[in-house]
């Protein structure tokens, strides 16, 4: 496995790469890496024979007053579980090799973007799409692996993709939970023990609207509502929204005939959770 840090190095890299034949996979990560990454990197090595994982806090799709800066990360873990899998670049750039300080350009997925996550992180995905967008340039990938934990995410990529013509294929990866169900997260390692307890509400909001859905789905609200119920009976948590859209579009007014995606982000203590579930018709 090699380290590449330098942004034109590894266009060389990708460039000669392709020219033999190969074909790259990505996996684009902020690093901390745990198993739901793993999952991913596995996904990515089936399907590609150079495998690249890059490993970049991207700072523009951080708001002012968010965890950058305390973000968690560890390198030469991640290299040693990179390693294993085993992926053949690592690609981590520092913010400087990135963003120029002139740097203006941005690339916006539109609507897609504007509701759940989006309308509580203003400037959020615009930071997402552009720093994909720069890293498929970079890497050139023919495929690249995201993963369904970060659902608006995940659709904000497609329509990128689609929208602007980039020649990857986006493969998508359900999301991967701990035992209890807590979906793995890097920033799982703020919890306290008390908050790694309350933290479960999500995933068990997640079932009762599963469960909602399955028995009685006479309309989306009401499964949003069975959802809300669970969350609210934890005192430790907060809801920032519980959400009920679209699979597809993650417009609002679901129809039950298409898949819907149930999606929650809530506060334990201090810490920023998501997760979601797309219940089929
Ligand atoms: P991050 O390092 O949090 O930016 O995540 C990098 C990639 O891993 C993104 O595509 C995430 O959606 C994906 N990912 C993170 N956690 C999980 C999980 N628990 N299950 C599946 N994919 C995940």
Request: glycine share 6%; aromatic share 6%; net charge neutral.
């Amino acid at each position: 496995m090699i380290v590449i840090t330098s942004p034109d190095e590894m266009t060389r890299y990708a460039e000669s790469a392709r020219q033999s034949g190969e074909r790259i996979g990505l996996v684009p990560t902020m690093g901390f890496l745990h198993d739901g990454h793993l999952t991913l990197m596995r996904e990515g090595r089936r399907q590609s024979s150079v495998l690249v994982a890059s490993i970049f806090v991207n700072p523009m799709q951080f708001g002012p007053g968010e965890d950058f800066a305390r973000y968690p990360r560890n390198f030469e873990r991640d290299c040693a579980m990179l390693e294993r899998v085993p992926v053949d670049v690592v690609f981590a750039p520092e913010p400087a090799a990135m963003y120029s300080t002139d740097a203006q350009s941005w690339v916006d997925a539109g609507d897609i973007t504007s509701g759940l996550c989006g309308a509580h992180r203003p400037g959020h995905f615009r930071g997402v799409t552009t720093v994909v967008a720069k890293l498929f340039n970079i890497v050139k990938p023919h495929l690249a692996v995201f993963g369904e934990k970060d659902f608006q995410q995940l659709r904000a990529i497609q329509k990128m993709v689609r929208d602007l013509n980039f020649d990857v294929e986006i493969l998508p990866v359900p999301i991967v939970r701990e035992k209890d169900g807590l979906a793995m997260s890097s920033r799982n390692a703020y919890l306290s023990s008390t908050e790694r307890e309350d933290a479960l509400a999500l995933s068990l909001a997640l079932r009762a609207a599963r469960e909602k859905h399955r028995t009685d789905p006479c309309c989306a609200e009401e499964v949003v509502f069975a959802a809300t119920r669970v969350l609210k009976r934890m005192k430790g948590v907060e809801i920032e929204y519980v959400e009920g859209v679209d699979a597809e579009t993650l417009s609002r007014h679901p129809s039950l005939d298409r898949p819907i995606l149930i999606a929650i982000a809530a506060r334990v203590g201090k810490t920023r959770l998501i997760d979601n579930v797309v219940l089929n018709p």
